[in-house]
T-cell receptor, first 110, second 118 residues
Framework: GENVEQHPSTLSVQEGDSAVIKCTYS??????FPWYKQELGKRPQLIID?????GEKKDQRIAVTLNKTAKHFSLHITETQPEDSAVYFC?????????FGQGTTLQVKP | DSGVTQTPKHLITATGQRVTLRCSPR?????VYWYQQSLDQGLQFLIQ???????AKGNILERFSAQQFPDLHSELNLSSLELGDSALYFC?????????????????FGEGSRLTVL
């Protein structure tokens, strides 16, 4: 079945720096790759997503890149702010299943 | 507010017992997903329903079962509970495209049901 590996598990950056989180997936048939942000005690919420026919997508300070050949995709957050501190999950979708990575705890230090 | 309602919010029970978690999806969403999130763990996919039918299955234990009713609400039944079943159980709904059977879009998560097994 589909497996999604996410790295790093924790990431600490200084406010204003960039943060990069990487994921790899196992099933080449996966065609949808969303990223979710989960603040402490809250529900996960979609922050950006990309489909397999697109290589890159950007929304203000966040961007996602997809390399289908290598089966990996990445989340880039620029000019990080303390409110970006949260757990970030990548996911890959195939045949109705949306499989999540293990999550990355991002801490942005002021 | 995502529009997805889960009840109960908190539930404390004993080992060996059975509980039912309920989920009402957003108005118009046909797909319902169930996920388990244990302490310091990711989101483990359990099962997905589309318009009343099971669509995809993850690592759901045989002690667990789910269904989606004609009004599209869904229930997750957990039986013979063990300590390790203590977790936050999320339901999520998603819009669907009738022209694409396995199309996946944004998942809207409920607030979760926190289950504690003592």
């Amino acid at each position: 079945g589909e497996n999604v590996e996410q790295h790093p598990s924790t990431l600490s950056v200084q406010e204003g720096d960039s943060a990069v989180i990487k994921c790899t997936y196992s099933d080449s048939a996966s065609n949808y790759f969303p990223w979710y942000k989960q603040e402490l005690g809250k529900r996960p919420q979609l922050i950006i997503d990309i489909r397999s026919n697109v290589g890159e997508k950007k929304d203000q300070r966040i961007a996602v890149t997809l390399n289908k050949t290598a089966k990996h995709f990445s989340l880039h957050i620029t000019e990080t702010q303390p409110e970006d501190s949260a757990v970030y999950f990548c996911a890959a979708s195939w045949a109705g299943k949306l499989i999540f990575g293990q999550g990355t705890t991002l801490q942005v230090k002021p | 507010d995502s529009g997805v309602t889960q009840t109960p919010k908190h539930l404390i029970t004993a080992t060996g017992q059975r509980v039912t978690l309920r989920c009402s999806p957003r108005s118009g969403d046909l797909s319902v997903y169930w996920y388990q999130q244990s302490l310091d763990q990711g989101l483990q996919f359990l099962i997905q329903y589309y318009n009343g039918e099971e669509r995809a299955k993850g690592n759901i234990l045989e002690r667990f079962s789910a269904q989606q009713f004609p009004d599209l609400h869904s229930e997750l039944n957990l039986s013979s509970l063990e300590l390790g079943d203590s977790a936050l159980y999320f339901c999520a709904s998603s819009p669907s495209r009738r022209d694409r059977v396995f199309w996946t879009g944004e998942l809207f998560f409920g607030e979760g049901s926190r289950l504690t097994v003592l």
